[in-house]
């Protein structure tokens, strides 16, 4: 427990760690506002919308806090393999870092629980907030909300843990934050590779992206036509996960630091 202490107070004293909870809370937040009042006008005006429930507007906002949780997944370990000022020896924290740490793995699973640590709580206050602020602003014009599943919220917390230990995890294979920074976050909000992957082969279906984008969006808004069920995905994102850290504690216990 004083090892996973240590390392939480070093990463909430990092001011990447500030911007990615700020995305991850307030991003979903803003994203949701703004679509929760874009279908109330729709729905006042007979105008068209893609979805008509404040359930659908407040988890809209649910890929933009996906974004959050890698950034904070990424930034608790690549901080380490930042280099230092020539002032201060041009080394990096890794090395003082496992000299303090000697057993490696208890490392890694220290940073896993304190990326879990900072992203829960993320998802619950950005959530609790996102679907009380859409009801209130559709309000009224929004026709009874049949479909609405908490499950689907407990999905997307479960979406952004996930997807921030799989940032975590490839970032330690890539001793660097630069390269997962620009892969993961490309292909969750510019071009998806798994969704381009698809139309080659439905056995895209299974990488994690598409697999745990189940665990929130309903049948009629997932990316693809034959997306897994809902448990079924996020049991394969989390099976991606579990051997995407597996393979990074054995990487990181057996070369250089």
Excluded at 84 to 112: E, F, Y
Excluded at 155 to 177: C, D, F, Q
Excluded at 229 to 249: E, K, R, Y
């Amino acid at each position: 427990m004083n090892q996973v202490a240590a390392e939480l107070r070093k990463a909430v004293t990092l001011p990447a760690t500030a911007v990615a909870l700020a995305i991850a809370v307030i991003g979903p937040i803003a994203l949701a506002v703004l679509n929760a009042f874009n279908v109330r006008d729709a729905l006042t005006t007979g105008g068209r919308v893609g979805y008509s429930t404040p359930a659908e507007a407040a988890l809209s906002g649910v890929p933009l806090g996906a974004v959050g949780a890698m950034v904070l997944g990424i930034v608790v370990i690549s901080s380490e393999y930042t280099a230092n000022s020539t002032d201060a020896g041009g080394g990096r924290q890794i090395s003082t870092t496992l000299i303090a740490s000697p057993r490696r793995w208890s490392l890694l699973v220290a940073k896993t629980a304190v990326v879990v640590a900072l992203v829960v709580p993320a998802a619950v206050v950005s959530l609790s907030v996102s679907l009380p602020a859409a009801t209130i602003i559709i309000g009224d014009a929004a026709p009874p909300d049949a479909e609405l599943s908490m499950g689907r919220f407990v999905g997307a917390g479960l979406y952004w843990t996930l997807a921030a230990l799989m940032a975590l995890a490839i970032t330690v294979l890539a001793r660097s934050g630069i390269v997962p920074l620009i892969v993961l976050i490309a292909n969750g909000t510019v071009v998806s590779v798994s969704f381009l992957l698809w139309k080659v082969t439905p056995l895209a279906r299974y990488l994690p992206d598409l697999a745990g984008t189940r665990l929130f969006a309903g049948e009629t808004f997932t990316a693809v036509d034959d997306a897994l069920p809902p448990v079924t995905g996020g049991i394969v994102m989390a099976v991606w996960t579990a051997v995407l850290l597996l393979v990074a504690a054995v990487v990181l216990t057996r070369r250089d630091a």
